[in-house]
């Protein structure tokens, strides 16, 4: 079961450095263009449109109304930096940095051919987040930084055994094995 679960944290880490790797390249992106990817997928009667956008040093995701497709759609928009704005627009609550954004949109519905009448709208929830980008970087560096740490812990152990010293503190107990004299540490 332990190694199962350091194998899950190893995959873990790594995924958390690859999320690292785009941060840290859409953050410099960000400073030369503003960039949004919008995907639309093709599900019976999808009001949503999924965002996920970049500008100034901000990265954010969001779920917002659209209208039905009859396909799926993904596209990307890109354009100069924008001087001032957010990435939602009104209605940002700003917490630490961090800013959420919720509403309700009305989406029309066009008449159908059988039924001239049935035109009608459905309120449909949006939803966004929003973060500089330096505490992406930060949140997704803890994972591989943890991995890193704890890897340099298992080889120091393992150099600290083989040359005969206390795995805990590096005393040498060539002269004086089964406990360290210095921390206390059982040593075999």
């Known amino acids: 079961m332990r190694r199962v679960a350091r194998h899950l944290f190893t995959v873990c880490s790594a995924v958390s450095a690859a999320v690292l790797a785009v941060v840290l390249a859409v953050w410099v992106r960000s400073s030369f263009g503003s960039d949004d990817f919008f995907i639309q997928p ?10 996920v956008s970049w500008m100034r040093g901000r990265l954010g ?35 630490l ?13 066009p008449p159908s051919r059988a039924f001239v009448s049935s035109a009608r709208s459905t309120q449909v929830r949006e939803m966004g987040i929003s973060l500089p980008c330096w505490q992406a970087a930060l949140l997704s560096a803890c994972l591989p930084a943890t ?42």
């Not at 093709?42 to 965002?51: E, S």
């Not at 940095?97 to 519905?109: D, I, L, Q």
Request: aromatic share 12%; net charge positive; hydrophobic share 30%.
């Open 61 to 95: 995701v969001g779920m917002f109304a659209a209208e039905t497709s009859p396909v799926s759609t993904l596209y990307w928009y890109s354009a100069a930096p924008r001087s001032v704005g957010t990435l939602f627009g009104p209605g940002e609550s700003d917490v």
């Open 97 to 109: 940095g961090v800013r959420y954004f919720s509403g309700t949109e009305y989406v029309f519905h």
């Open 42 to 51: 093709r599900i019976d009667n999808v009001l949503h449109l999924y965002r």
């Open 147 to 188: 991995s890193l740490l704890r890897r340099r812990r298992r080889t120091i152990r393992r150099l600290r055994a083989e040359r005969g010293q206390c795995a805990r503190c590096g005393y040498d107990l060539r002269a004086t094995p089964g406990r360290c004299p210095e921390c206390g540490a059982l040593c075999r």
